[in-house]
Each structure stands twice: as structure tokens, then as C-alpha cells.
């Protein structure tokens, strides 16, 4: 028997793995492979197989490099009639991974009508539920309304009109601003203007551990109206107050640090904000649009949304220095959030803040502007 070993030019056969398996008859009968090359980069190829249900694909560049492969590989090729071997050596393994398309439901409609659906869940809740899911389940069935049913349909009137009549109108166009957080315009008190349960739940405000603070006072980069908030509020004597500063002033910074991001991509949001889990996915919640664009999620910020966040950066602003920002402090945000003087007042304004000699003043009772930031005149 003969060998003959050829040089690994691209051009000899591709070996692949298969992880999660393969079958024969699939290989034989359903598979389809192609192979494709970059223009630029001849050496970077790309293995696709497609099946009916299932496509598998491999590639010999980013996270599958070659040179993460261990160990060297060979293909013989054994030829009867001449008694030679052919030895092609092989570059790279390619590990196919493998992703499901979407399998249709061969149920027809007309069979899965709704008390058909209705009637197959109560099955299973009486089979595997729990008491207190049995419970729930009954309280529903004796809640629902049959509107075939004439009594049923005259008690549900009834109801619906003595609730209408319950109901004293109100002008939401004075209570209801779209641009701020949950706020009281009725009460005397200014801490409870914007009471912190509006702005961060329980389990937001475990997060911020008022411990974090240390570090910013001597990160590099950090802005200086952090540094004077932080600064501030450890001062302060009575500790529950200053815990919540505290806390106020690590949430700024997250703010602060979320109102830079210009790029686009919701992986790219994802990526650069900072700050815990849950602060992210509030952030990303409350100022951000998610949107679909070839068959891609994509992530950006539209104009009520950044009008919002700045809206909360004041709110969150004035918490955190006891509802007084001096005005070094004005200066110092409205130079991070790139916004002149005037524009950032204008925003305090929007809040229900003044300015005075002191700085921007947030009083008792709110007293609201009726032109929201962010609109000028009609012209």
C-alpha cells in the first residue's frame, strides 16, 4: 500500500462534528451543504448543512479559531484498485452547531376552539394542581359571566353603571404628566413631593448599597457633582437620612452614566450600561424603544425618552442634595449632560423646581409649569 500525503491547501475535504448528534438517514437523504469564503480573507469559510427542520452551521474564525484545536487531523482516502492511500491533512474541525426552525402546529383551528381550550386546562389543573390553584380555578369559573345567560347580563349592567356613578370626574391634563415620576402636587411636606417609592422599588433600593460610594470618590472619570453629592450627604447627621442620599447619589451616577450612551443596538445598550442587573434592566425599561429591523432587535432612544431621563435626573438630583442644588453642582451636571445653563434649568422647571441665589429649590406645595421641556413656541 502506498501513501501519498498532500499539502493542506484549502481545497481538500472538510471534517465536521457533530455535538449533539446526527442521524445516518439524515445525512444521506435530507442533509444540504454548502461552503462559503470570505472575500478578503480566503482562509475564514463557513459550513452550513440544512435539513427540513434543523440547521447546522460552523465556522473556523472568532470564537471557533483554529487555533483552538488541540490536536492535528488527517482524511484518508483508500483507493482499491491502485492500492494507495491519500492522506489530506485538515486544518480544522468544524463544530456544527445546530438550531431548530420553527415547527407548525398540524392541529387544525377548528379543533382548538376556545372551551375546548378552556375545558382541556381545567383537566390538567384538577389532575396536577395544587389546592390552591383548584381554589382559584373555582372562584373563576363561579366569577364568570355567561351573556347568553339574560340575569347574568342585567347584574353585569347594573354593576358597570353603579361604578360609572361611583366615579367623581377628574382633569387628568393637571395630575397626570407623562415627562415625571409618581409625584404629589397636594401635599405640604417636600419629601413626600416625590416620594422614593415612585422612582425605585424595594429590591432597586437594596442594590444600591450606600458601601459603593466609596469607590466613586476616587475612580477616575467619576463627575464632579457626584463627588460633591456623595460628599455632602456623608455629612449629614441623622443616618437614615443619609443612607437615602447616599443611595441617591449612586443612582445619579447610573443615570448620569446612561444619558452618554449615543450608539445604537441592543447589544450594544446592554454592554455599556453600568450599575447592577436590575438598575440595568430598569434603565433599559424606561428609557429605551425596542424595536425590530430585519428580522434583528434593535435598541434606541427617541426624544420622549431622553426628556423623561433628564426629568429623573433632576428629580433624583434634587433627593439627593435635600432638595437644594447648589450652584456648582447646576453647573457641573449640566456640563456632563452637554446642556447649557439655561436648558438645564429648564428642566428643573419642568420638575417643579425655582431658581434662587442658592441654587435650583424644590417647594411645597409642587407647583408644575404648564409648557413641558422639551417644546418650544409654534411659530
Known amino acids: ?53 434543523v440547521h447546522y452551521g460552523g465556522k473556523n474564525f472568532a470564537e471557533d479559531s483554529k487555533t483552538k484545536n488541540c490536536s492535528t487531523f488527517a ?42 381550550l378552556r375545558e382541556n386546562r381545567e383537566k390538567l389543573v384538577r389532575s396536577f394542581g395544587s389546592n390552591k390553584r383548584n381554589r382559584r380555578l373555582t372562584s373563576a369559573k363561579k366569577a364568570r359571566v355567561n351573556l347568553d345567560d339574560g340575569h347574568s347580563h342585567k347584574a353585569l349592567e347594573s354593576a358597570l353603571s353603579q361604578a360609572e356613578s361611583s366615579v367623581a370626574p377628574t382633569d387628568l391634563s393637571k395630575s397626570f404628566n407623562i415627562n415625571l415620576p409618581l409625584h404629589d402636587a397636594t ?66 451616577h447610573y443615570l448620569l452614566q446612561f444619558s452618554k450612551l449615543r450608539t445604537k443596538g441592543i447589544h450594544k445598550f446592554i454592554s455599556h450600561v453600568t450599575g447592577p442587573m436590575i438598575i440595568q434592566s430598569q434603565l433599559l425599561d424606561l428609557f429605551a ?11 434606541d432612544q427617541t426624544k420622549t425618552h431622553r426628556t423623561n431621563l433628564l426629568c429623573r435626573i433632576c428629580v ?50 409642587l407647583s408644575l409649569p404648564q409648557q413641558k421641556a422639551g417644546r418650544g413656541r409654534r411659530r
Open 187 to 252: 401635599t405640604t411636606e417636600v419629601s413626600k413631593i416625590y416620594p422614593v417609592s415612585g422612582l425605585l422599588s424595594k429590591e432597586h433600593l437594596a442594590t444600591l448599597d450606600p458601601k459603593l460610594t466609596e469607590s466613586l470618590l476616587t475612580e477616575k472619570g467619576v463627575n464632579s457633582c457626584i463627588i460633591e453629592t456623595i460628599t455632602e450627604a456623608k455629612s449629614v447627621s441623622v443616618k437614615k437620612i443619609r443612607k437615602l442620599r447616599l443611595r441617591m447619589g449612586l443612582y445619579l
Open 1 to 53: 500500500v502506498r501513501f501519498d500525503v498532500e499539502a493542506s491547501n484549502g481545497a481538500g475535504p472538510v471534517l465536521c462534528a457533530f455535538p449533539r448528534g446526527i442521524t445516518k438517514e439524515t445525512m444521506q437523504k435530507e442533509m444540504k451543504i454548502s461552503i462559503e469564503e470570505s472575500k478578503q480573507k480566503r482562509w475564514r469559510r463557513r459550513i452550513l448543512a440544512t435539513t427540513p427542520n
Open 316 to 365: 433624583v438630583a434634587l433627593i439627593a442634595w435635600g432638595f437644594t442644588v447648589p450652584i456648582t453642582s447646576f453647573e457641573s451636571l449640566a456640563k456632563s449632560l452637554k446642556l447649557t445653563g439655561t436648558q438645564m434649568a429648564k428642566y428643573f422647571r419642568e420638575v417643579g423646581a425655582k431658581r434662587s441665589k442658592a441654587g435650583m429649590v424644590l417647594q411645597a406645595p
Open 75 to 116: 482524511i484518508g482516502l483508500f483507493k482499491p484498485g491502485s492500492k494507495r492511500v491519500r492522506l489530506a491533512k485538515v486544518d480544522h474541525v468544524y463544530s456544527m452547531t445546530q438550531t431548530v426552525l420553527k415547527v407548525k402546529n398540524e392541529l387544525k383551528m377548528t379543533e382548538q376552539t376556545p372551551e375546548r
Open 289 to 299: 424603544n425596542k424595536y425590530e429591523f430585519r428580522g434583528k432587535l434593535r435598541m
